[in-house]
Every structure is written in structure tokens, then in C-alpha cells.
């Protein structure tokens, strides 16, 4: 587990905060100690607490535009893309809590309430995290217990702030209390509550979520501590058709197919629910001054539960592309992870040459067990999971895709009579048991030159069970076994304490989530693997005055995993494997306090990502065609100004600045050889601060000011390239009590 601040409790040492630090000078999630980043040969990140708070969202993905080299690209959790790699929603290890995988919900976003900062490690990092994707990874660093007594109340209250985000309105209540629970400081405690509704600009778009998270600390004696923490989140939402429609074709379309911005291809009952519940246990010994042993624990529970109408595509008989085809789908599904991290921080000199080894092994199983409640292709009987049976009358229920109306569309319910059929009764089951061992020096030959060096040995068991309701032919249990050795290290020179500069090599390797197929039926993919190499400069000025990370870098990804074309498909969507990819860039991210009470970040990252191989042609993506949602060019910045006299002493401002270059929904392939692009954007956000007085603070968030028209990500289903929009301007206004 990575443990990104010095333990939370009784403080030995005064320490001093720099009000406005956007950026901490440490981020341990890249080496699981407390070093500098002048001491890390990657790029790494710690967004701080009052990054957070000058930038002032309710979700940890709304941060993404002012992170350098992350954007968002997709509607859950996990769909972010990093130096030019895409993940999706199957990529657990795409965000991280703690250090350890496992989100309490997989749709929409983790909240900020409960996050105390966030990290991002880019680059092939699975010495010491196991199975990441080549770009890296987000760690959410939770609140934890603090010995010094505090109690936060806030509340938010949003509208829209145009008429394309006129529906927009809604609000939450937080609680955030910590302190002692003995007068000897040995017992701890924490208590984090939400409670949220939304409506957002998109027709019958919502979310009512409670989020709780209590947790404890207990410093057994002057060596050894015990933190226990939980985390329930329950969430309704109106479902996941959160994307705007436009024909795939050979000949290319654009955002001119596109319907209305506020456009929703849910019915009014339509609706998706989540429930998760985590459990993480920590445990530190201090072994004198010297040896450090950790165990992290970290176990989520996770059910949800959709009925609703799903869009599949354009209707054959409509050749106009105006109306599209709907099934009638109930599932529940149900996902289970527990994961085990265990290492020794060894400080120590051999000689002149001083060590900090780390030695540990990390144990995880996830299970998937996901069942088919309802499942009716209401207007496609040619389609291979087809039941004529289940649309009573054959009659055709289609949408318009520019202005869907469900008013003639009768209920879910009627299109039940072959909902549980021999074929369309499925239950998948899936266990994946991930195993590692590592070991990590950084060695300090000279004051000026340190080199890391480090060894994984990393194994993943995956047994998937294709379907439990139906008997053969449908192919039978899938086991597949894979294993790797993942070498790192990197060299670190340092001229003066306030400058590095640094080379970096590096691998990753990430198999195939559980219960990804091929046309086939078959679950036997290669594991994705990928190589990173980097170089860079670093610096730090005046205790934080200005911070700054020039890198260059180049990662190779093999065994390209990709959703499958073939119409041949048995069973929901399919995917193949196939070539490989190249992502190359220069990022530059800084962090600066020019004047007193001024703070500022800013970032800017060059990626260029393409295909360079692929082994079916006839499907399978152009090589040199970029990769999707990856734009070449973004910029970031954000500055605020907080006035200590005069008339507006108390007084606070803020401006965001974010452009993100033009990308593309899917790489090119023979059959599609003209891309989709999502053009460029430009957005920016406005914030006004004010400190009533030393209890009561206040925050004035205009989000998108000039209303600005942009499309967030796209990527490519059945025939349909599905686009995100972005979000109008929508007004935020937050209050704060801390007792």
C-alpha cells in the first residue's frame, strides 16, 4: 500500500502548511516511501488537499483537465486516458485507493469528499502495483484519522447557468469530523458523510448517492499502528446512455450527425443502481529507526443492478440512419475484490553507499459473477442472441436518434415472455487470482548520483465459467495461466538540491479482465504488456516557490486488446487482440507562488499515440492511425489570488484555463478507414473565495464561463460512434462550518 504522508496521528514535529501549494514536493504512490520527487526517476504527481479546494468539484474526474497528460474518456470511474492509453471500465487498476485497486462504485466518479489528495504515477509501473495499464495510474489518497480535534459541515447548492443546462440543479450535505476518542491520543477516529442529488443538463439525467466512510486508528505503543477503515457509497442513476449517436460509415461522419446536446437515449424508467461496501485494514511496525513493516488489506463487495432499454444500433430497414433498434435488458451483477500488499522499508549503508530497499508480495482475487435478468432484441431477430418470442406481436418499437420519444414504446415488462428462455438465460462466473513479488533499491553511491533498481515476478490464474445456465454447446470453463518478470531502474543526478535530472526504463503488464472474449467464445487472451523509457528534469525553488517536471518519454504496448467488428459475436460484445502501439511525448507541468497569497498550475503535454502493428488487417486497426481519445496537444492552467488587506482582504479569485486538442473516437481500421474526430475544445472555469471568519468559508464555482460547445470522448459500438458531451456552464455555489 502506498502511504503518501507521514502517518496520521500524533504529530512529533511542528509542521508547517504553504497555504496555496498545489503540488507536494513528495508522492510515494512511485515508490511506496516518503522520498522527494527530486529523488524519483518518473514523472509523479500529489495534487494537494488545496489543489482540490481552489479547483472546487464534487468528483475526483473533474480534476482530470488540470492534471498533466490525463483526460477523461468514458462514463465510469475507470475510463481515463494516460500518455495515450485508453482504459475502460473493466481496468481496476486504472484508480487506485490507497495504493490497493478497487472502486466501492464503477459508474460515474469517486467524490472528493473522502479524497485527502490524489496522486498519478505515469509509465509502465507494475514493479510495485502488479497489473497497471503502460500509461500509469490515478491514486486516490483517502482522509484518515488525525489527533488534532476538527469538525467540517458543508453544503453545495448548483443551477445551470444557460438555457442548455436549465434542468441543471441539485446539491449536497457533507460531514467531515475527526479527533481523539482517548485522552492519550492512542485511539483515533474519522467520520466522513455525504449526502448528494443532481439533476444535470441531459433530458432525465440524475444521481442520488449517500456516501459514509468511518474509520479508526489505533497507535499500539510507540512502534506499531492500526488503522481500519470503511467505505459504503449507494448510488441511483437514470443509467448509463450518456452518449450522443452518429453512424459509423466507411466514407466518415462527423459531430454534424449528432442530435440536440441535451439529447438522452433512456426511457423516463430506465434507471441503474449501485451499492459497495469496502473494508481496508493497515498495519505498520517500526523496527527501531531502520525497518518499517507494512500490511495493507483492502477487500469491496459491489452489486449493480440495471433495467432498462439499451440502444443497438441503427435500424437496417431506416437507410436514412434516423431511427434505432432497442433491447429490453435487466442485469445484476455482482463483483467481489480482496487484495493483499505486504513489504519491509529497509534504510541502510553498506560502506559509503547508503540503501533504501524494499522487499514485499501482493496477493488479490477478484470474482465476477454477473447474471441476465432480461434480455430481448426487440426488432432484430436476426441478430445471434435474437428470441423472436420475447416481442409478443413482432411489431417494430424504434426511437427517432434526433428527438427519441418513448411514449409509444410499451413498458420493460412486455417484452418478458422470452426473457428467461434457454436462449436468454446467462450467468457468467469468473475468478482471477493475481500473485507477486518484489524487491526495489534506491541507492546512493555519491550526494549527486542515486539509481533505482527493481524485480517483479508477477503471476495471473484466470478460470472463467462461460455460462452456467446453459448446456454445451456453448463453450465450457476457460482456465488460463500467464507470468512475468518486470524489470525497472532508473539513474538520478542531482547537480544542486533543488535540481535532478533523471532516466528511466520501466515495465507494465495487465492481463485481460475476466470475462473478455473473442467471437468464439474463448477467454484465453494474452496478458497486455508494455515498456516505458524516460527521461527528465526537475526542480524545486524556495521551499515551494516553483516546482517543475520537464519529461520525455516513449512507452510500447503489445497484445492490443480491441472491441471486435465481427457480426459473428454469441454473445454481447466481443473483442480480439491484435498488434501494437507506440505512445511518445514531452509534458511540462509546474506549480508556483509568484506573490504572496498567488498560487498557480499549469501544464502542457505533446503525446503522439499510434498503431505500429497489426496482425489482421482485415479488421484490425491501420498501423500509424492514432490511438483514440488521446489528443496530441493539452494545455492547462489554473491561478488564484487570495488578498490579505485592504477592502477585499478575505477575498479570494480564481480562473482555470483547459484546452484539449482535436482526437479520435477509433483508430482507423479496412472496413472504417476514415476516423471519427472529436474536435478540439477550450473551457474555462471561474472561482470566488471568501473567509467570513475563522469558522465559516465560501465558494463561488462558475464551471465552462463561456458556456463553450465540446464533446468529451467517443469511442466506437454496433456501428455507432457514441460521443460524451461536455457539461454547459453550470453555477456552483459551497459553504463550509468547521467547528
Not at 439533476?199 to 444521481?207: C, G, I, L, M, T
Not at 438465460?425 to 542515486?450: C, E, F, M
Amino acid at each position: 500500500m502506498a502511504q503518501t504522508a507521514p502517518d496520521s496521528g500524533k504529530p512529533t514535529a511542528p509542521e508547517i502548511i504553504v497555504t496555496g501549494r498545489f503540488i507536494a514536493s513528495g508522492a510515494a504512490s512511485a515508490t511506496k516511501q516518503n522520498v522527494s520527487t527530486l529523488e524519483t526517476p518518473f514523472s509523479v504527481s500529489a495534487y494537494t488537499g488545496d489543489f482540490m479546494k481552489a479547483v472546487q468539484t464534487t468528483q475526483v474526474a473533474d480534476l482530470y483537465r488540470y492534471m498533466t497528460g490525463l483526460q477523461k474518456a468514458g462514463s465510469t470511474g475507470y475510463d481515463i486516458t494516460l500518455r495515450g492509453f485508453s482504459t475502460t471500465a473493466n481496468d481496476r487498476n486504472t484508480v487506485m485507493v490507497d495504493g490497493l485497486p478497487g472502486l466501492s462504485v464503477r459508474f460515474g466518479s469517486p467524490p472528493t469528499v473522502g479524497t485527502e489528495h490524489v496522486e498519478v504515477v505515469k509509465g509502465a509501473a507494475s514493479l510495485l502495483y502488479g497489473s497497471v495499464q503502460p500509461g500509469g495510474f490515478v491514486n486516490m489518497i483517502t482522509k484518515k484519522p488525525s489527533a488534532i480535534a476538527s469538525t467540517e459541515i458543508s453544503a453545495r447548492g448548483t443551477v445551470g447557468g444557460s438555457s442548455r443546462a436549465s434542468r441543471v440543479q441539485g446539491g449536497d450535505l457533507a460531514l467531515d469530523s475527526t479527533g481523539a476518542l482517548s485522552g492519550d491520543g492512542a485511539l483515533l477516529y474519522r467520520f466522513v458523510a455525504q449526502g448528494s442529488t443532481d439533476n444535470y443538463f441531459r433530458d432525465r439525467q440524475y444521481e442520488r448517492g449517500l456516501y459514509l466512510a468511518p474509520s479508526l486508528t489505533w497507535h499500539i505503543g510507540a512502534s506499531s499502528s492500526l488503522m481500519l477503515q470503511v467505505e459504503y457509497r449507494k448510488v441511483k442513476t437514470s443509467y448509463a446512455n450518456v452518449y450522443l449517436l452518429a453512424p459509423s460509415l466507411a466514407g466518415g461522419t462527423s459531430v454534424g450527425w449528432l442530435a440536440p446536446y441535451n439529447t438522452n437515449y433512456s426511457s423516463p424508467t430506465d434507471n441503474l443502481r449501485e451499492e459497495g461496501l469496502t473494508e481496508s485494514l493497515t498495519f505498520t511496525h517500526n523496527f527501531g529507526q531502520a525497518v518499517k513493516w507494512t500490511v495493507a488489506l483492502r477487500n469491496v463487495d459491489h452489486i449493480d443492478t440495471a433495467s432498462a432499454f439499451d440502444v443497438t444500433g441503427y435500424n437496417k430497414k431506416d437507410t436514412t440512419f434516423s431511427t434505432l433498434d432497442l433491447r429490453a435488458r435487466g442485469q445484476h451483477n455482482y463483483r467481489s475484490y480482496a487484495f493483499a500488499d505486504t513489504y519491509l522499508t529497509i534504510k541502510g549503508d553498506t560502506g559509503p553507499i547508503n540503501h533504501r530497499l524494499i522487499v514485499g508480495a501482493s496477493i488479490g482475487k477478484e470474482v465476477d459473477d454477473f447474471t441476465r435478468l432480461q434480455y430481448c432484441q426487440i426488432n432484430s431477430p436476426d441478430k445471434p442472441n435474437a428470441d423472436a418470442t420475447c416481442n409478443p406481436t413482432s411489431a417494430q418499437y424504434t426511437i427517432s436518434v434526433q428527438h427519441p420519444d418513448f411514449s409509444g414504446i410499451p413498458p420493460l415488462s412486455y417484452f418478458g415472455a422470452g426473457a428467461l428462455s434457454p436462449k436468454n438465460r446467462s450467468r457468467s462466473y469468473g475468478i482471477n487470482v493475481d500473485k507477486g513479488a518484489y524487491i526495489s533499491d534506491l541507492i546512493t553511491w555519491l550526494p549527486q548520483l542515486k539509481t533505482t533498481l527493481g524485480l517483479r515476478y508477477a503471476t495471473a490464474n484466470q478460470t472463467q465459467y462461460a455460462n452456467l445456465l446453459q448446456a454445451p454447446p456453448v463453450p465450457g470453463d476457460t482456465q488460463v495461466s500467464n507470468s512475468a518478470v518486470l524489470p525497472q531502474a532508473g539513474l538520478i543526478y542531482q547537480p544542486t538540491k533543488h535540481l535532478s535530472f533523471y532516466a528511466s526504463y520501466s515495465t507494465s503488464f495487465s492481463p485481460v479482465p475476466g470475462g473478455t472474449q473473442d467471437v468464439n467464445g474463448n477467454f484465453n487472451f494474452k496478458p497486455t504488456r508494455g515498456t516505458g523509457y524516460e527521461v527528465g528534469a526537475k526542480t524545486e525553488l524556495g521551499h515551494g516557490l516553483l516546482t517543475a517536471t520537464l519529461a520525455l518519454f516513449r512507452i510500447d504496448q503489445t497484445n492490443i486488446i480491441v472491441p471486435s467488428t465481427s457480426t459473428a459475436c454469441s454473445t454481447g460484445s466481443c473483442s480480439q487482440q491484435i498488434g501494437a502501439a507506440r505512445s511518445r511525448g514531452i509534458e511540462l507541468e509546474f506549480t508556483a507562488r509568484p506573490l504572496p497569497g498567488w498560487s498557480l498550475i499549469g501544464g502542457w503535454a505533446h503525446t503522439l499515440a499510434r498503431v505500429t502493428q497489426n496482425n489482421d488487417p482485415a479488421s484490425g486497426p491501420i498501423p500509424g492511425g492514432a490511438m483514440p481519445n488521446a489528443p496530441e496537444d493539452a494545455v492547462h492552467l489554473w491561478s488564484r489570488y487570495d488578498f490579505s488587506a485592504g477592502a477585499l482582504k478575505n477575498l479570494g479569485l480564481g480562473i482555470g484555463y483547459s484546452y484539449t486538442g482535436a482526437r479520435i473516437a477509433y483508430t482507423p481500421t479496412a472496413a472504417l478507414p476514415t476516423p471519427f474526430t472529436v474536435p478540439s475544445y477550450t473551457v474555462v472555469d471561474l472561482g470566488v473565495y471568501y473567509t467570513f471568519n475563522e469558522h465559516l468559508q465560501g465558494t463561488l464555482k462558475v464551471n465552462n464561463l463561456f458556456d463553450q460547445y465540446y464533446y468529451a470522448s467517443g469511442n466506437v459500438v454496433s456501428g455507432m460512434v457514441n460521443v460524451i458531451p461536455g457539461t454547459p456552464r453550470t453555477i456552483m455555489a459551497n459553504l463550509s462550518f468547521k467547528l
